[in-house]
């Protein structure tokens, strides 16, 4: 007598949006974290205000400014992932159709030049 295996599989119950964001905020990776802190003080002079892990279009990229329609987006190994690669492709075409400007940064650009990325987001900010 053959005996079966019953394998449950979590349902992945698809939270709205903006509770996925706040999830998101909540857990931000090492590379968000320090580039928010830096970020947060330094664009306290600047015109234009960015936020971490806010909804944009049914997108939540790591930081957004609404002002100038820029997305920020920090990206690690796993975006060397071809599926993710292809979402991330994907994703940014949809936010480039409604106008926002997408720029990613890599884990590592983040680590070793965080004044030099936000020297850049200061410019195109003034």
Known sequence: MMVRKVIKRRSRV??????RAKMLKARMTRAEKHFWERLRKRQKGWRHQFK???VVHGYIPDFYCSTL???????GRVHDRK???????LRT????SHGVTVIRFRNRQVFSNTYELLSLLEE???
């Open 124 to 126: 195109v900010c003034e």
């Open 14 to 19: 698809k939270l709205p949006v903006h509770v």
């Open 52 to 54: 971490p892990q806010c």
């Open 93 to 96: 075409k949809r936010l480039r």
């Open 83 to 89: 599926d993710v690669k292809r979402n991330d492709a």
């Open 69 to 75: 329609k820029l997305a920020v987006e920090i990206d």
